[in-house]
T-cell receptor, first 114, second 111 residues
């Protein structure tokens, strides 16, 4: 596609439910990143994929968070047993080469946990 | 811990004014600094700066980096209402992937 695509754009869920967020990066981009943007805060790095592997998962806030990427393309971020503090905008970005790391962002998924 | 600080946090100006947004950083093994504009949705890329003292310019927007004093500024001249947005500064270290973001400057340009 022309840009990074994320779905759904909005998600409302009840506390304790699992949610799955999807990111479709720009075609040909090998690197993919997930960030979280909470109200009044900067973007917080969660995880990075190079191809299908995730060399750095250190930004994931807890073991309720996991992510995978298949076929070097689409990625899903899963949050199990959601809590109210998980409410935020989850942004995905992709980039072509690490050497020139201009990351292009999707519009994000706004998650609201009631 | 790496840190990126933007100032001011918010700013209201009139159309036609010139604004300067600031970004200071403390990042181990600096590699590059990036500016993004975030309106309602996706942050959109503005500039990437790697070398000190070289101004990047695009229309009414320009930016410069000072690696000795560890800061960057983003200038917008002759502001328009369409410039209203959150401007994000991010610094890349030599990990080669993670961007460290500041909290952003929220700019409102009034008619």
């Amino acid at each position: 596609g022309a840009g990074v695509s994320q779905s759904p754009s909005n998600k409302v869920t009840e506390k304790g439910k699992d949610v799955e967020l999807r990111c479709d990066p720009i075609s040909g981009h090998t690197a993919l990143y997930w960030y979280r943007q909470s109200l009044g805060q900067g973007l917080e790095f969660l995880i990075y994929f190079q191809g299908n592997s995730a060399p750095d998962k250190s930004g994931l806030p807890s073991d309720r968070f996991s992510a995978e990427r298949t076929g070097g393309s689409v990625s899903t971020l899963t949050i199990q047993r959601t809590q109210q503090e998980d409410s935020a905008v989850y942004l995905c970005a992709s980039s072509f080469l690490q050497a020139v790391n201009i990351q292009y962002f999707g519009a994000g998924t706004r998650l609201s946990v009631l | 811990e790496d840190k990126v600080v933007q100032s001011p946090l918010s700013l209201v100006v009139h159309e036609g004014d010139t604004v300067t947004l600031n970004c200071s950083y403390e990042v181990t093994n600096f590699r590059s600094l990036l500016w993004y504009k975030q309106e309602k949705k996706a942050p959109t890329f503005l500039f990437m700066l790697t070398s000190s003292g070289i101004e990047k310019k695009s229309g009414r927007l320009s930016s410069i980096l000072d690696k000795k004093e560890l800061f960057s500024i983003l200038n917008i001249t002759a502001t328009q209402t369409g410039d209203s947005a959150i401007y994000l500064c991010a610094v890349e270290d030599n990990s080669g992937y993670a961007l460290n973001f500041g909290k952003g400057t929220s700019l409102l340009v009034t008619p």
